[in-house]
Structure formats: structure tokens, C-alpha cells
């Protein structure tokens, strides 16, 4: 078995009145890794909430790490801090400071900032294996400012996501921090270099769910793969046993246009299998994927989701 890591993400609108139910759903599919997503507020309430607390007893219980996956920027510089310093934010494309997304990737006070925020929130949410997951704003614009303009997406969410591990592995020497690869910051990074004590996170989006990533005959496909290639090279000094997949394998809400009520999932073992096989083929040995909608609403309307099913193709490869 390839995958020593085998997950799930949910958000804790999926846990709800479930939690302890998907941790035995876990269990039985042998995967091994629980990602809570969402905001930040939302998780941290659930979490010391009742449910949240029987969850993490049962995944302990169950020897199931818990992980939290969270676009986290806006509240690690909250928007609150722009009258005092609008430097720290992001410049328009009109060369406007706005404190609508992200935050300027070169202000060193900034990210100092969001650095000992990064360490805070560290406190508030522990995940159970030293690997943090904090995002940029889920797929909005990067910053223009003179210093900023020379670097891609990818380079400006790198520089940010170096600032965070600094300062993560200098409050906790064992933190590993995730430096996510999605969305418009899909593509390698060409200007910057990643900090020690990062690994990839791969989550493609983008992708055609239908036919396996390294299907050569789907465009969309080859161009992913194509990518991810470039992007192991990019991370090759890091272990790629830490290197992680973010899949939408069995995420109903991305099936559903990330509209309620969710259709029924779409699911493929195959498809995951040779997905998981061509991962792993690169180095990977961490695999998840979302399974956002699958709440309880999802088992009234179609019954339990494919979960057990899901868990044993990963294990198969
Ligand atoms: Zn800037």
C-alpha cells in the first residue's frame, strides 16, 4: 500500500449531528486522516462545542489524525487592520491598496503580521501531526504594487506561505506547513524558492473528474499532469513523503456546482484508483479528498455515500 495517509475533508456543517458517526464511517473505510474545513470561526466553535470534542475522542479512539485545511488569510490579516496599515494589503490593478483579498506578498511588517497570527491559530486549531494547511483567499486576485507586479500568483502565495512556515517552525521546530498549489496559483512558482519545512499540497480543481488525471487523450487532463510534473520538480528538495493530494474524488459539493440540495455522487473507483496510482507514481503517499455536502441531509435524500468503496481504492494501490 502506497498511501500511509488516507483522508477525507469535511466541514463541520457535514459533521453536524454526525461527527462521531463519520469517524466509525472512517474507521471501516480504513482511512486514517480527518480534515476539518471551513472558516475559521465556524471550526474553532465546533471543535470546543460538545460534538467537536466526542469527534476528536473518537478519531483518538479510532487512531485517526485530525488536520485542519482552511483558507485562512483573511483572517490572519483581518481586514479590520486596513486604515492602520494599508501598505500591508494588496494593490489593484488601478494601484488602489484594497483590503478586498489576499494582502501585498512583499510587505516584510506584513507578514510579519500574519506570521504570529499563523502561530495563534496554530493554538487555536492543533492539528494531530505537526501539518498545517493555511490558505491564501480561495482563488482571488494577488497583489500589484511595484514589488509585487514581477511575480506570478504562485510566486506571491509562495512568498506568503514561507512567511508562515518561518514562523510556525520557529515557534514549533516540528511544524510542517502545507503551500498549496490550486486555482490560479496552480502552476509552479518561477521566481521564489520554498523555506524548509513545507511540502506540496496538490488540489486540482480545475480538473476533468470524469476521465483519470493522466488520461492523455482528455486536454484538460494532460495539461494538469503536464503541471504537476513541473511542480514535483519545483518541490524536489522536500521528502515527497510529505507531499499531499487534495482530491474532489468524493465531494458532492463540486458535483453539485457547490449548490444545495447535492446531487447524488457521481462515484468511480477506477477513476480513483488510477488517479491514486499515477500520484503515487510521482512520490506522493499522502492522498485526500473533499466530501463536502456529504452531510446528513446527504443520507436522507440518497443514503450513506460510497465512502467504504472510496477507502479501498486508495488501499488497493
Ligand atoms: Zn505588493
Known amino acids: 500500500m502506497n498511501y500511509t495517509r488516507r483522508g477525507i475533508v469535511l466541514t463541520p456543517t457535514d459533521l453536524n449531528g454526525i461527527a462521531v458517526q463519520w469517524v466509525d464511517r472512517m474507521a471501516e473505510a480504513s482511512l486514517n486522516v480527518l480534515g476539518v474545513?471551513?472558516?475559521?470561526?465556524?471550526?474553532?466553535?465546533?471543535?470546543?462545542?460538545?460534538?467537536?470534542?466526542?469527534?476528536?475522542?473518537?478519531?483518538?479512539?479510532?487512531?485517526?489524525?485530525?488536520?485542519?485545511?482552511?483558507?485562512?488569510?483573511?483572517?490572519?490579516?483581518?481586514?479590520?487592520?486596513?486604515?492602520?496599515?494599508?501598505?500591508?494589503?494588496?494593490?489593484?490593478?488601478?494601484?488602489?491598496r484594497v483590503a478586498d483579498a489576499n494582502m501585498c506578498a512583499s510587505s516584510a511588517e506584513g507578514l510579519e503580521y500574519v506570521g504570529e497570527r499563523g502561530v495563534e491559530l496554530a493554538r487555536m486549531l492543533t492539528p494531530t501531526t505537526d501539518r498545517y494547511?493555511?490558505?491564501?483567499?480561495?482563488?482571488?486576485?494577488?497583489?500589484?504594487?511595484?514589488?509585487?507586479?514581477?511575480?506570478?500568483?504562485?510566486?506571491?502565495?509562495?512568498?506568503?506561505?514561507?512567511?508562515?512556515?518561518?514562523?510556525?517552525?520557529?515557534?514549533?521546530?516540528?511544524?510542517?506547513?502545507?503551500?498549496?498549489?490550486?486555482?490560479?496559483?496552480?502552476?509552479?512558482?518561477?521566481?521564489?524558492?520554498?523555506?524548509?519545512?513545507?511540502?506540496?499540497?496538490?488540489?486540482?480543481?480545475?480538473?476533468?473528474?470524469?476521465?483519470?488525471?493522466?488520461?492523455?487523450?482528455?486536454?484538460?487532463?494532460?495539461?494538469?499532469?503536464?503541471n504537476l510534473r513541473r511542480l514535483v520538480e519545483t518541490?524536489?528538495?522536500?521528502?515527497?513523503?510529505?507531499?499531499?493530494?487534495?482530491?474532489?474524488?468524493?465531494?458532492?459539493?463540486?458535483?453539485?456546482?457547490?449548490?444545495?440540495?447535492?446531487?447524488l455522487l457521481p462515484f468511480d473507483a477506477d477513476v480513483i484508483e488510477q488517479d491514486a496510482r499515477f500520484y503515487a507514481s510521482l512520490g506522493f503517499r499522502s492522498a485526500t479528498s473533499f466530501g463536502v455536502f456529504l452531510d446528513a441531509d446527504y443520507d436522507r435524500m440518497h443514503g450513506p455515500p460510497p465512502i467504504r468503496e472510496y477507502g479501498e481504492a486508495l488501499t488497493r494501490v
Not at 59 to 64: K, N
Not at 140 to 151: F, L, Y
Not at 241 to 247: C, P, Q, T
Open 37 to 96: 474545513h471551513g472558516g475559521i470561526d465556524e471550526c474553532v466553535r465546533f471543535i470546543q462545542g460538545d460534538e467537536g470534542r466526542a469527534c476528536l475522542d473518537a478519531a483518538t479512539s479510532a487512531g485517526i489524525d485530525v488536520e485542519y485545511e482552511l483558507h485562512a488569510l483573511g483572517w490572519l490579516l483581518p481586514r479590520g487592520m486596513f486604515p492602520a496599515h494599508p501598505e500591508w494589503f494588496r494593490m489593484d490593478e488601478h494601484g488602489e
Open 133 to 226: 494547511y493555511y490558505w491564501a483567499d480561495d482563488a482571488k486576485p494577488w497583489c500589484a504594487c511595484e514589488a509585487c507586479r514581477e511575480h506570478t500568483a504562485s510566486d506571491q502565495n509562495l512568498l506568503v506561505t514561507n512567511a508562515l512556515t518561518r514562523a510556525l517552525t520557529a515557534a514549533h521546530p516540528e511544524a510542517k506547513m502545507g503551500y498549496l498549489a490550486y486555482h490560479n496559483a496552480i502552476e509552479p512558482p518561477t521566481r521564489v524558492r520554498p523555506v524548509d519545512g513545507m511540502f506540496l499540497e496538490y488540489a486540482p480543481i480545475m480538473r476533468n473528474s470524469a476521465v483519470p488525471l493522466d488520461d492523455p487523450t482528455d486536454p484538460k487532463n494532460a495539461e494538469h499532469a503536464a
Open 235 to 263: 518541490f524536489d528538495t522536500f521528502d515527497m513523503a510529505e507531499a499531499h493530494i487534495l482530491e474532489y474524488w468524493v465531494d458532492a459539493s463540486r458535483f453539485s456546482d457547490w449548490k444545495r440540495p447535492s446531487v
